[in-house]
């Protein structure tokens, strides 16, 4: 009796985890989604991973959304994922074109971190002190992905008719240190990077040009991600700074980049990003 009571349970089962693969479901995914989150390489894998893992695992822990870091070699292969619907969550600024709008993403947050500028710096102790030296020369920036660390400095130098040659180091460190290295003259970066880079590797710059302010990246939902698991990942990343456990993880995640020991997330909207939309009204057709 009890040998037919099991093989019955079995066949319940079977029947069940059946009907879900049927639904396109796996058995396990029924009982936990886990969603993938993507933040652009700002740094290298290493540093990126170290900033990002303790604060997922805090959001997975805190609001039961089991969040996965997914971030490819390059911030190019990064926002890849993004655009192919491989992954759920984002912090990027790579989505504000009028195309990739389309596309549904929501802001619910960002740093605190005062705007950001797009810069081109050389170091300190480099013969070039001008913008109109760089003429013809090589000038290091992350990927053609990067916002402002690559469409804002070189649509101004276009804007001037200064032809540069563009050196992708596939991150923001990698690009500044081919610079250092003299494999270019100069570097086109963010202002919170390049800050974040002198006080973490000990390096002097001299900064050419300061573009205007753009917010800080935006933390990002896609369209597909329910109501209740947004409210609750929203709710962990935006009050992670109250926590006392979660202030720590802040606070060691920013020291192993650079960033302010304070830096937390805010709530933010789409209206935020409005000198995003204002760029690709005006910048050349080969950086929308």
């Known amino acids: 009796m009890l040998h037919l009571q099991l093989q019955i349970f079995t066949m319940r089962r079977l029947i069940a985890s059946l009907a879900l693969l049927v639904a396109g479901v796996s058995p396990s995914s029924a009982q936990e989604a886990t969603y993938r989150f993507s933040p652009i390489n700002q740094w290298d ?5 170290a900033y990002w893992n303790p604060i997922i695992q805090y959001v997975s822990d805190k609001s ?19 655009l192919a619907q491989e992954v759920e969550f984002v912090f990027s600024n790579h989505l504000f074109s009028p195309e990739r709008e389309s596309l549904g993403w929501k802001v619910f947050g960002r740093r605190n971190a005062p705007p950001l500028h797009g810069q081109i710096a050389v170091p300190a102790d480099s ?27 070189y649509a101004y130098l276009l804007s001037k008719g200064i032809e540069v040659k563009p050196v992708f180091g596939g991150n923001q460190n990698a690009a500044i240190a081919q610079m250092f290295a003299g494999k270019a003259r100069a570097t086109g970066s963010n202002s919170m990077l390049i800050e974040g880079y002198a006080n973490r590797e000990n390096k002097k710059f ?31 990343f935006l009050n992670m700074h109250k926590d006392p456990r979660g202030k720590e993880i802040l606070h060691r995640s920013s020291q192993e980049v650079g960033l302010d020991s304070d830096a937390y997330f805010i ?10 939309r204002r760029f690709y009204q005006n910048a050349p057709a080969s950086l929308r």
């Open 206 to 236: 001299r900064i050419l040009w300061t573009s205007e302010p753009y917010q800080d990246l935006a933390l990002m939902a896609s369209g597909k991600v329910p109501d209740k698991d947004l409210k609750a990942v929203s709710s962990a």
């Open 267 to 276: 709530p933010a909207t789409n209206a935020d990003y409005a000198a995003y």
């Open 127 to 153: 013969p070039v002190t001008t913008i109109e030296q760089l003429k013809g020369q090589e000038v290091a920036f992350a990927g053609p992905e990067a916002f402002i660390g690559y469409k804002v400095p």
């Open 64 to 82: 039961g959304v089991k969040l996965q870091l997914k971030i490819g070699r390059t911030s190019a292969d990064t926002t890849s994922y993004v």
């Open 45 to 49: 894998i290493n540093k990126t991973a």
